[in-house]
């Protein structure tokens, strides 16, 4: 059985910074590839970077624009999300996925294992 568990979010004034991480288990991301999603209220869930299991290969949304980077530690089978210059739109719960999504990186149904979620809330 994969679990994914999410950590690090909370609140964060505009233009701070928060690293987001994702631990698997039952799972190594070595072999899957790791992805954070977001939803915001009312909204759906979007795309926001995915890690390939290998090289590793890293894809973005465009409107990150350089803000995040999305990382990965073998040893501690955990993806990282660091977040930076964050903006009162970025707050949102984020979510991390797993799978091997093949090209479709950005769809939700690509992904076979999610975790719970954690809010991430910028506000001053």
């Known amino acids: 059985q994969v679990r994914l568990v999410e950590s690090g979010g909370g609140l964060v004034e505009p233009g701070g910074s928060v690293t987001l991480s994702c631990t698997a288990s039952?799972?190594?991301?070595?072999?899957?590839?790791g992805g954070w999603f977001r939803q915001a209220p009312g909204k759906e869930r979007e795309f926001v970077a995915t890690?390939?299991?290998?090289?590793?290969?890293?894809y973005y949304a465009q409107w990150v624009k350089g803000r995040f980077t999305i990382s990965r530690d073998n040893a501690k089978n955990t993806v990282y999300l660091q977040m930076n210059s964050l903006k009162p739109d970025d707050t949102a719960v984020y979510y991390c996925?797993?799978?091997?999504?093949?090209?479709?990186?950005?769809?939700?149904?690509?992904?076979?294992?999610w975790g719970q979620g954690t809010q991430v809330t910028v506000s001053s």
């Open positions: 996925a797993s799978g091997r999504p093949g090209p479709q990186v950005v769809e939700t149904g690509a992904y076979d294992s």
């Open positions: 039952g799972r190594s991301f070595s072999n899957y590839a």
């Open positions: 890690i390939s299991s290998s090289r590793p290969n890293r």
